[in-house]
């Protein structure tokens, strides 16, 4: 039987080759492995959406140790950052909203990222506020962990507190809707506030009770929400 010569191959138009990259797969078998620390939001916001989309039998979590030089992690994303998300082809995925991008594609499309229009970018919009309280509570934690108490600079820190305030006063104002099938905005909301409940002992309740509200509300729905409480 002939076979087509591997110049022919390598023609494969790049539309073709991200249909079959994205297609599902339901083999029951384990082909994509999350790399995950449980304390992680930004792999808390994977975990959730693979849940959500059915895809969670697809895929094993294996720890990373983002300090760690010898960690693997660090050959499949540079950064040394999670999550990564390693998919059959062996190509790595990162960060979250690449990963929950590609999850939604997989799935069938149009899922957790709506297709177009305002729903679209109102989805994306709000997770990249929400990545900006992360972001920011993120800097906050590290200033305590890796500068020595002497050393914290009190601007800095007090600007990464006044990211946190003023986006969570825009969310008390307004809080989102909650779709039957969550969005990566309203994910990343969740995960924001169930990190600041986790680092921060909750502090942001006592002054946004309608976010403590969508965050019941979003837990109540979603199972997958307090099936991936950080430790």
Known sequence: MRTAPLSRMLELSRSVQREILIQPFHSGAAMMTLRFSP??????????????????KDVTIARADTTN?????RKMNPLGKIPVMMIEDGSAIYDSRVILD?????????????RAGKERLGALRLQA???GILDASILTVYEGRYRRPDMHEPKWLE???????????????????IDPMPNVGQITLACALGYRDFRFN??????????????DNFAARVPAFAATKPE
């Open 202 to 215: 909750g502090s942001w309740r006592s002054e946004h009770p309608r976010l403590v509200t969508w965050l």
């Open 39 to 56: 304390s992680s939001p930004f792999v808390r916001k994977v975990r959730i959406a693979l849940t959500l989309l059915g895809l969670d």
């Open 102 to 114: 590609y999850l939604d594609e997989r799935a069938g499309g149009g899922k957790i990222v709506p």
């Open 159 to 177: 600007l990464q507190a006044g990211k946190v305030s003023r986006a969570l006063a825009v969310l008390e104002a307004a809080p989102p809707q």
């Open 129 to 131: 506020l929400c990545d």
């Open 69 to 73: 030089p010898d960690d693997s992690l």
